[in-house]
């Protein structure tokens, strides 16, 4: 089992939809990172948080520590937020520790 | 203004050859990183140096080497390729270990 479950691995989306992506975890962390990688395959960090929430623009990312859990939100999707969408953690070791993705596809 | 720059984009080599990735950094990072993205596209990482000092040295075969001339600079060098390093290398920066990290833009390996 990874040590990082994101949810669900596809998502398919009408223009304008509300979109939440989850990411569980099974051990202590110092943050919680959400990459976009687009489909021409460059990465971006997106958040990189230790409790509460952030937000830029359209996109928000939560996290639960105590229930090890985080989300990202898009809201008002559009067709240019099509892309794979990265949860990892950093624990103890610094390193990151990343899940498998969740690939979103917003239809205009 | 390229922040975290990868050569080659492209590498297509045959087995048992050996070659290198460089990477380079102008946002004078205190680290750098380099991932593995491998054909089903997961994450997963290889090295991380901390201003020149090898900090994280994943399970990765003796084959590969990371070098480090300067804290701008974090080179892959890779012996007696495999069919299995084909993948996508990716290396990052980040201002210290517990900061967002920049990527570069990959170097997709393809090894014949």
């Known amino acids: 089992k990874n040590e990082v479950e994101q949810s669900p691995q596809n998502l398919t989306a009408q223009e304008g939809e509300f979109i939440t992506i989850n990411c569980s975890y099974s051990?202590?962390?110092?943050?919680l990172h959400w990459l976009q990688q687009h489909p021409g395959g460059g990465i971006v960090s997106l958040f990189m948080l230790s409790s509460g929430k952030k937000k830029h623009g359209r996109l928000i990312a939560t996290i639960n520590i105590q229930e090890k859990h985080s989300s990202l939100h898009i809201t008002a999707s559009h067709p240019r937020d099509s892309a794979v969408y990265i949860c990892?953690?950093?624990?103890?070791?610094?390193?990151?520790?990343f899940g498998k993705g969740t690939k979103l596809t917003v239809n205009p | 203004d390229t922040a975290v720059s990868q050569t080659p984009k492209y590498l297509v080599t045959q087995m048992g050859n050996d070659k290198s990735i460089k990477c380079e950094q102008n946002l004078g990072h205190d680290t750098m990183y380099w991932y593995k993205q491998d054909s089903k596209k997961f994450l997963k990482i290889m090295f991380s140096?901390?201003?020149?000092?090898?900090?994280i040295n994943e399970t990765v075969p003796n084959r590969f080497s990371p070098k480090s001339p300067d804290k701008a600079h974090l080179n892959l060098h890779i012996n007696s390729l495999e069919l299995g390093d084909s993948a996508v290398y990716f290396c990052a920066s980040s201002q210290d270990r517990s900061n967002e990290q920049y990527f570069g833009p990959g170097t997709r390996l393809t090894v014949t």
């Open positions: 990892a953690f950093q624990g103890g070791s610094e390193k990151l520790v």
């Open positions: 140096y901390n201003n020149k000092e090898l900090i």
């Open positions: 051990v202590g962390i110092s943050a």
